[in-house]
């Protein structure tokens, strides 16, 4: 099982930008699909960044897209969240996890961190 810590979440005004980090220790992230998911107040947890293992693609949702870059490096075990020009609708928990493939795509596969909280102000 691997654990999973995410850290690098603020208060941040809107437009300006912030970098989340996951770090991961039990397992070798380079081997496997690692996904960024959100929860706001009151909403499901969804989906926003995808970086699949080997050739390391990349999927945005299309609220992100354009603002947001995941990527990893392989030599800390670490896949970060870029954001940029970020907005109040983007406050929420953020959390990393492993990722399916096929229809599991889109979905935590390993027990979910704490999460780190961003707060955007209008």
């Known amino acids: 099982q691997v654990q999973l810590v995410e850290s690098g979440g603020g208060l941040v005004q809107a437009g300006g930008s912030l970098r989340l980090a996951c770090a991961a220790s039990?397992?070798?992230?380079?081997?496997?699909?690692m996904g960024w998911f959100r929860q706001a107040p009151g909403k499901e947890r969804e989906i926003v960044a995808r970086?699949?293992?080997?050739?390391?693609?990349?999927w945005y949702a299309d609220s992100v897209k354009g603002r947001f870059t995941i990527s990893r490096d392989n030599a800390k075990n670490t896949v970060y969240l870029q954001m940029n020009s970020v907005k109040p609708e983007d406050t929420a928990v953020y959390y990393c996890?492993?990722?399916?493939?096929?229809?599991?795509?889109?979905?935590?596969?390993?027990?979910w961190g704490q999460g780190t909280q961003v707060t955007v102000s209008s």
């Open positions: 996890n492993v990722v399916g493939s096929g229809l599991t795509w889109a979905q935590g596969t390993q027990a």
């Open positions: 970086i699949s293992s080997t050739l390391g693609i990349t």
């Open positions: 039990g397992r070798t992230l380079s081997s496997v699909a």
